[in-house]
């Protein structure tokens, strides 16, 4: 059974820094892409960052460059985003979830390109 389980958020004030993981199991890890999204309360769930652990290749949005990393440890099994000067707007349920499809560029951001999800970690970030 695929799983993906969520860990690390919290309360931090603006600028401060949380780090997130994402245990995984169930399947073969290496040969798969994992991203992390978010979503804030009445708004759609937008691609945070994206890892392809078969190669290391990364993606972010545009709204986290610079001030967020993922990165993968493969003996774990588990993705991790470093979340570093936060913002407020960076308030939302962030969820990591696994690629279904080859990720490009194009697509690592687009819900669609995902197949299983986990149930969220609240990040609350304030002012």
């Known amino acids: 059974e695929v799983q993906l389980v969520e860990s690390g958020g919290g309360l931090v004030q603006a600028g401060g820094s949380l780090r997130l993981s994402c245990a995984a199991s169930?399947?073969?890890?290496?040969?798969?892409?994992i991203g992390w999204f978010r979503q804030a309360p009445g708004k759609e769930r937008e691609g945070v960052s994206c890892i392809r652990n078969y190669d290391g290749t990364t993606y972010y949005s545009d709204s986290v460059k610079g001030r967020f990393t993922i990165s993968s440890d493969n003996a774990k099994d588990t993705v991790y985003l470093q979340m570093n000067s936060l913002k407020p707007e960076d308030t939302g349920v962030y969820f990591c979830?696994?690629?279904?499809?080859?990720?490009?560029?194009?697509?690592?951001?687009?819900?669609?390109?995902?197949?299983?999800w986990g149930q969220g970690t609240q990040v609350t970030v304030s002012s």
């Open positions: 169930g399947f073969s890890f290496d040969d798969y892409a």
């Open positions: 979830a696994r690629g279904r499809l080859p990720l490009y560029s194009n697509n690592w951001s687009k819900r669609l390109a995902y197949d299983y």
